[in-house]
């Protein structure tokens, strides 16, 4: 299984980016799948999640509004789309999925099996 980030840049605050992740050794559509980031210092936090049932999400309060997380399992990708970025978005992010079965709705609680390597998201001035 591999997991396969892209997308990630400088980008000025108020800008836009969107990252995908490349999933090749899984069928994605039976899996759940989530974003998560990683600042300087700071802990591995959840930033959007989907599970695999019906596609309800999970968003972290600081990222409501702004970021939308997607799938195209047809293509085997996820996808995060970012807007209105700020300088405290800055985070090394990463995907990943997992297929077992939970409840609740937290879904980036979830103990996620695959990861990618990450990408670079910088947003400064």
């Known amino acids: 299984v591999q997991l396969v980030e892209s997308g990630g840049e400088l980008v000025q605050p108020g800008g836009s980016l969107r990252l995908s992740c490349s999933v090749s050794?899984?069928?994605?559509?039976?899996?759940?799948i989530g974003w998560f980031r990683q600042a300087p210092g700071k802990e591995r936090e959840g930033v959007s999640c989907?599970?695999?049932?019906?596609?309800?999400?999970y968003y972290a309060d600081s990222v409501k509004g702004r970021f939308t997380i997607s799938r195209d399992n047809a293509k085997n990708t996820v996808y995060l789309l970012m807007n209105n970025l700020k300088p405290e978005d800055t985070a090394v992010y990463y995907c990943?999925?997992?297929?077992?079965?939970?409840?609740?709705?937290?879904?980036?609680?979830?103990?996620?099996?695959?990861w990618g390597q990450g990408t670079q998201v910088t947003v400064s001035p």
């Open positions: 990943a999925a997992d297929g077992g079965y939970y409840s609740g709705s937290r879904y980036c609680d979830f103990e996620y099996e695959y």
């Open positions: 989907m599970n695999n049932k019906d596609g309800n999400t």
């Open positions: 050794g899984l069928m994605l559509e039976y899996y759940h």
